[in-house]
């Protein structure tokens, strides 16, 4: 019994381990890029060691694609505990694009942890065995919704649910992603509550206006 109880402790340590590594290193790619980020600086950081995040990860190009299956992992999980396809369609899909809107603004160092892997052509998230596996529940959700939709005469048919998730991942990324020289060029801070709060009832509306039947 004291045994077991000693490796459950151990099996606990390990993974709080863990997690403030990936916690502490997400700050970091998001902040400096892969190039820029340093293993010594993520491991001062850390209540951990260099000698551990390499025990845990392998090296910096491991612990970055960790980085990145850990943050998609965060938005498709919240997405399925919500379960948004249960509800009606008009309701559901709403609920879905609030969702994603909110989880961008959010969540930020989401948004340049993409970009920066975006600047380096997808090289990494192509090398996550799970990520298509992983983002195929959204598109089954937003499937099932429209599926509904169409069945019950609320919206149009023939949508393609990539296409819908690419509109909606679209209008939410760039809220974030170009927040700074937005305010800048134009003097409108996406991230003001009140900018922020008009610009999700936009985007769900335009959205919503694309996919409802006339």
Same mark, same amino acid.
Not at 15 to 34: C, Y
Not at 43 to 48: E, G, H, I, R
Not at 129 to 135: L, T, V
Not at 205 to 214: D, H, Q
């Given at each position: 019994?004291?045994?077991? *109880?000693?490796d459950?402790?151990?099996?606990? @340590? !390990?993974a709080?381990?863990?997690?403030?590594?990936?916690q502490v290193?997400?700050? +970091?790619?998001?902040?400096?890029?892969?190039a820029?980020?340093r293993i010594?600086?993520i491991?001062d950081?850390t209540?951990?060691?260099?000698r551990?995040i390499?025990?845990?990860?392998?090296?910096k190009d491991?612990l970055y694609?960790?980085?990145?299956?850990?943050a998609?992992e965060?938005?498709?999980?919240q997405?399925q505990?919500? *379960?948004?396809e249960?509800l009606?369609?008009? @309701? !559901?899909?709403?609920?879905?694009?609030g969702h994603n809107?909110?989880y961008?603004? +959010?969540?930020p160092?989401?948004?340049r942890l993409?970009?920066?892997?975006?600047?380096?052509?997808?090289e990494h998230?192509?090398?996550?065995?799970s990520?298509k596996?992983?983002?195929?529940?959204i598109?089954?959700?937003?499937g099932?919704i429209?599926?509904?939709?169409?069945?019950a005469g609320?919206f149009?048919?023939?949508i393609?649910?990539v296409?819908?998730?690419?509109m909606?991942s !679209?209008?939410?990324?760039?809220?974030?992603?170009?927040r700074?020289t937005f305010?800048?060029n134009?003097?409108?801070?996406f991230?003001?509550?009140t900018?922020?709060a008009k610009?999700?009832?936009?985007i769900?509306?335009?959205v919503?206006?694309?996919v409802t039947r006339?």
């Amino acid at each position: 019994m004291a045994e077991g *109880r000693k490796d459950s402790k151990r099996s606990r @340590e !390990a993974a709080e381990t863990r997690d403030n590594i990936l916690q502490v290193a997400t700050r +970091e790619f998001a902040d400096k890029g892969l190039a820029g980020a340093r293993i010594d600086e993520i491991a001062d950081k850390t209540a951990s060691s260099k000698r551990m995040i390499y025990y845990y990860f392998g090296g910096k190009d491991e612990l970055y694609r960790a980085v990145l299956e850990r943050a998609y992992e965060r938005i498709r999980a919240q997405e399925q505990d919500a *379960r948004f396809e249960n509800l009606p369609p008009a @309701e !559901a899909l709403r609920a879905i694009i609030g969702h994603n809107v909110d989880y961008h603004f +959010e969540n930020p160092d989401f948004v340049r942890l993409v970009m920066n892997e975006n600047v380096h052509y997808g090289e990494h998230i192509a090398q996550i065995a799970s990520m298509k596996q992983r983002n195929s529940t959204i598109i089954a959700s937003l499937g099932a919704i429209l599926d509904k939709g169409v069945e019950a005469g609320v919206f149009r048919a023939g949508i393609d649910p990539v296409d819908l998730h690419a509109m909606i991942s !679209a209008l939410s990324f760039y809220s974030v992603s170009n927040r700074h020289t937005f305010l800048h060029n134009f003097g409108v801070d996406f991230a003001e509550p009140t900018v922020r709060a008009k610009r999700r009832e936009l985007i769900i509306g335009c959205v919503l206006s694309w996919v409802t039947r006339a």
